[in-house]
């Protein structure tokens, strides 16, 4: 029977330096000898108290019945929870699409500012154009001479016309020309 105490002493006693281990404390092994050998002086192991310690079968209570107060709560939870994950959802996604909006509208502001720029650079270039236009048409060695109503030309306009009818379809033999195949 010694022999079969040995196992679950050695167990107890590796045990016992597993807990100090673990525990982050630091043990001496004299402390853990004496602690040891107090243990087995206090509670001595036999055949019989060990078996009979492994074949007792502890029971669970029985559960207890849940308030409903406590159920209440519960629901509560569960209702918040969902709500605060929808809310979170939806603040995202208000949050993305006013990121996005801004990106679009510095985008779009850029482009106007360009669109506006060239639009300067095309009123300057016409009216400098313009400038040159008149400082040509002022040099008398071109031969330009200023409009006057007596060099004025008056058209008169042609009698309407009126759409000649197309000539009532008549029925024609079938033709020569060959039909295309790709059709």
Do not use: C
Not at 63 to 77: D, H, I, K, R, Y
Not at 126 to 135: D, G, P, R, T, Y
Not at 145 to 155: A, G, N, R
Request: without cysteine.
């Amino acid at each position: 029977m010694s022999a079969m105490l040995k196992p679950s002493t050695y167990d107890r006693r590796a045990s016992s330096v597993d807990w100090a281990t673990r525990s982050g404390r630091t043990a001496s092994i004299a402390t853990v000898r004496s602690r040891r050998d107090r243990q087995d002086l206090i509670r001595p192991q036999t055949a019989a108290t060990s078996l009979s310690a492994v074949q007792t079968i502890k029971t669970l209570p029985n559960p207890q019945v849940v308030p409903a107060w406590l159920n209440l709560l519960m629901v509560a939870q569960r209702g918040s929870t969902i709500l605060t994950f929808l809310l979170v959802t939806a603040t995202l996604a208000v949050y993305s699409w006013t990121v996005y909006s801004q990106h679009l509208w510095g985008k779009e502001y850029s482009r106007l500012k360009t669109l506006q720029r060239n639009e300067r650079q095309l009123t300057s270039v016409n009216e400098a154009l313009k400038n040159q236009m008149v400082i040509q048409a002022e040099d008398p060695s071109l031969g330009l001479v200023s409009p006057s109503p007596k060099d004025t030309v008056f058209l008169e306009p042609l009698p309407q016309r009126y759409p000649l009818s197309p000539p009532a379809a008549q029925p024609t033999a079938p033709s020569s020309v060959p039909k295309p195949l790709g059709y």
